[in-house]
């Protein structure tokens, strides 16, 4: 099993709509959790992290189930400019290196 | 402005040179990184170093060599020895290892390997 699981999609949808990610993660003992957004042959950049309580910034909210070890990432209301690959990250507790998701496509579509 | 600068951006190389990578950063962060990014795969860490003078190996380290003689400097060299190096190679930096619970690393805009 991979150590951290998305659904490379990709996942086309109509602008205004409201779509899920979700990641899987197979250490038990991870304690930090991000979203990177990287657009096509750019740069990945942090969306957001992931609280435990889970998290909200503007059209996006982060949520974290520990019990079932998944992190997910709504969008609400679609834009053009969602269109990117959205990276799951995970990092164990104690220090320890990051572990990248191979990412899921999303597309936006008019 | 603050940030990570790779260069080149496209590098094209011939079978059997080494090449090296450039990344330095601005924003006084201890730890930088190296990566990799092939399609359909999560990026791999290549080296990293917590501090000046100091690195350490990754999960594929074979066929690259680091050093870090400069905080803001952290250079790649691609050697011959690298049997598919053609890859988006990622340099990131983070204020310490890997950064606190929710403090990020920053990237690089990459660098563009193609053997040739």
């Known amino acids: 099993r991979k150590e951290v699981e998305q659904d490379p999609g990709p996942f086309n949808v109509p602008e205004g709509a409201t779509v899920a990610f979700n990641c899987t993660y197979s250490n038990s003992a991870s304690q930090s959790f991000f979203w990177y957004r990287q657009d096509c042959r750019k740069e990945p950049k942090l969306l957001m992290s992931?609280?435990?309580s889970g998290n909200e910034d503007g059209r996006f909210t982060a949520q974290l189930n520990r019990a079932s070890q998944y992190i997910s990432l709504l969008i609400r209301d679609s834009k053009l400019s969602d269109s990117a690959t959205y990276l799951c990250v995970v990092k164990p507790g104690g220090g320890n290196k990051l572990t990248f998701g191979t990412g899921t496509q999303l597309k936006v579509e008019l | 402005d603050g940030g990570i600068t790779q260069s080149p951006k496209y590098l094209f190389r011939k079978e059997g040179q080494n090449v090296t990578l450039s990344c330095e950063q601005n924003?006084?962060?201890?730890?930088m990184y190296w990566y990799r990014q092939d399609p359909g795969q999560g990026l791999r860490l290549i080296y990293y170093s917590q501090i000046v003078n100091d690195f350490q190996k990754g999960d594929i380290a074979e066929g690259y060599s680091v050093s870090r003689e400069k905080k803001e400097s952290f250079p790649l060299t691609v050697t011959s020895a690298q049997k598919n190096p053609t890859a988006f190679y990622l340099c990131?930096?983070?204020?310490?290892?890997?950064?606190?619970?929710?403090?990020?690393?920053?990237f690089g805009p990459g660098t563009r390997l193609t053997v040739l």
């Open positions: 990131a930096s983070s204020i310490d290892l890997w950064g606190t619970d929710y403090n990020e690393q920053f």
């Open positions: 924003l006084n962060h201890d730890a």
């Open positions: 992931v609280y435990s």
